[in-house]
């Protein structure tokens, strides 16, 4: 039987509007966590959650990909693959890559079970560059769920960090009747770990009843910042960040935020050579499965962002510059907006950068993926009295609060790109939404807004990754 290659097939999907042309996504099916993120050698390796044989949820498998400016990405075979018989057998799950006195390797978490219950903690380690990988042959390496967590099968996602010659590592879980929570571990070699303490329990009533895909890094010199993807019954899946001070193996958190307020999940974070802690996340789709089967594929990795703190200690990030993708450009002086004013401009995958003044009583924004009967759009909107953006596309609605200080501009930078786009307000709130043009038709660009001002608007088309 004659298969399409990578290259073949993206080709194929890329006649798709829907389908973004300068985000990272493999080429068909299902994607989403980020896993093993790393510099290595001067290369980004990016793996991912990911089912080869379905643009739906399956048996998950590590993608691969690699990059030298994490804007271009070339497909390598899959990384991880489930092994009959062993401890990955349902599933090779989310974990991370590690440099281990020069030997890549991988601390994930593998599934059993008809319903993946069974989750213990495996390695795997490189010894060609990170092309292929060998799994330990007494995996599992981690298998008890601290006994605190009570009944709880939830127990996954290791993100690990060494500190002289020790090493460190979290796992995501709940603690039962409470609330999400961070268990943390130590140990010398990445075999035998042992269990010291929960870095940090949520509270089910107010963020989540299981936390994935833990974070934890220093970003400033006594500043910590955790991060955790928090899962919830009603399946309203937000990241939460918490920052603090980290001594004795112990967090105290100063301030806490929410990462993303869409659609943005499971993010995985890595330091790279210039000491930049870099950020890449799955945008998750808002369509049904027979749209998904329909498309042949499905999920989306963020634009990589970079993070840092600001003087209050809320994260802040910023998109890895773009500007070796971005083509023409289109600027617009300040001018006072009372009503729509649709662009001459035109496109669906768009880099946008829109400052406005603050004005009492005004609001503004942009309508995006605007077809010429405005029977579609996506709206970006921010009400200045409310201090409230608003994003809404179809039936669908996103807010988030953006407190603005006295005399503060309204900073938003949009990242539009087929069915995706990441807003980031004043480089502090983020909220990242898809939209579903129905056809590459539905692109018309306006500024919206009442008693606004704006200060200026550039936009750049963007280029293909995929050349
Ligand atoms: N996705 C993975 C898990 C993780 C979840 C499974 C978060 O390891 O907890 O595909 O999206």
């Not at 942009?366 to 996506?378: I, K, P, V």
Request: proline share 5%.
């Amino acid at each position: 039987m004659l298969t399409e290659t990578p290259a073949l097939l993206r080709q194929r999907l890329a006649l798709d509007p829907q389908r973004p042309r300068y985000h990272f996504l493999p080429p068909s099916n299902w994607m989403n966590d980020p896993n093993g993120f790393i510099q290595w050698q001067g290369q980004w390796h990016l793996f991912y959650q990911h089912n080869p044989y379905s643009p739906l949820w399956g048996k998950m498998h590590w993608g691969h990909a690699v990059s030298s400016d994490l804007i271009h990405w070339s497909d390598l075979p899959l990384a991880l693959t489930p092994t009959i018989g062993s401890a990955d057998e349902a599933g090779c799950y989310s974990g991370c890559t590690v440099d281990n006195n020069g030997i890549p390797t991988i601390m994930y978490t593998g599934t059993r079970g008809a319903h993946n219950e069974i989750q213990t903690q495996c390695l795997a380690s490189s010894h060609d560059g990170l092309l292929t990988w060998q799994k330990y042959a007494h995996n599992p390496v981690l298998s008890d769920v601290p006994a605190e967590a009570g009944q709880t099968q939830d127990f996954r996602d290791p993100f690990v960090w060494c500190e002289g010659d020790t090493w460190y590592m979290l796992l995501g879980s709940r603690i039962h009747n409470v609330g999400g929570a961070i268990f943390l571990y130590r140990s010398k070699n990445l075999i035998d770990w042992e269990y010291l303490h929960p870095l940090l329990i949520g509270d089910s009533k107010r963020n989540g009843i299981v936390w994935e895909c833990p974070n934890f890094f220093k970003l400033a010199d006594d500043r910590w910042v955790l991060v955790v993807s928090a899962y919830t019954a009603e399946h309203i899946n937000l990241v939460y960040y918490f920052v603090g001070s980290y001594a004795e193996q112990r967090f105290t958190v100063i301030t806490e935020g929410i990462l993303d307020y869409g659609q943005l999940y499971a993010p995985l974070t890595a330091v790279d050579d210039q000491d930049r802690r870099v950020l890449i996340g799955w945008l998750r789709e808002a369509r049904s499965n027979e749209s998904m089967e329909e498309a042949g594929w499905s999920g989306v990795q963020s634009i990589p962002r970079v993070l840092s703190l600001d003087p209050e200690n809320r994260l802040c990030m910023s998109p890895i510059n773009l500007d070796s993708i971005r083509g023409r450009h289109h600027h617009l002086e300040a001018q006072a907006v009372d009503q729509r004013i649709p662009l001459e401009l035109r496109g669906l995958a768009l880099d946008i950068e829109a400052v406005f003044e603050q004005q009492a009583l005004g609001c503004c924004g942009l309508a995006l993926a605007c077809t010429e009967d405005g029977s579609e759009y996506l709206s970006i909107f921010y009400d200045v009295p409310a201090q409230r953006l608003m994003v809404r596309y179809a039936d669908q609605e996103r807010k988030a609060t953006v407190s603005l200080a006295p005399q503060e501009r309204l900073q938003l930078r949009i990242l539009l790109d087929g069915s995706v786009a990441e807003i980031i307000v004043n480089e502090r709130i983020s909220l990242s939404a898809r939209l579903y043009p129905s056809s590459a038709g539905s692109d018309g660009v306006q500024i919206i807004g009442q008693g606004a001002y704006l200060h200026s608007l550039d936009i750049w088309e963007m280029a293909s990754i995929w050349g």
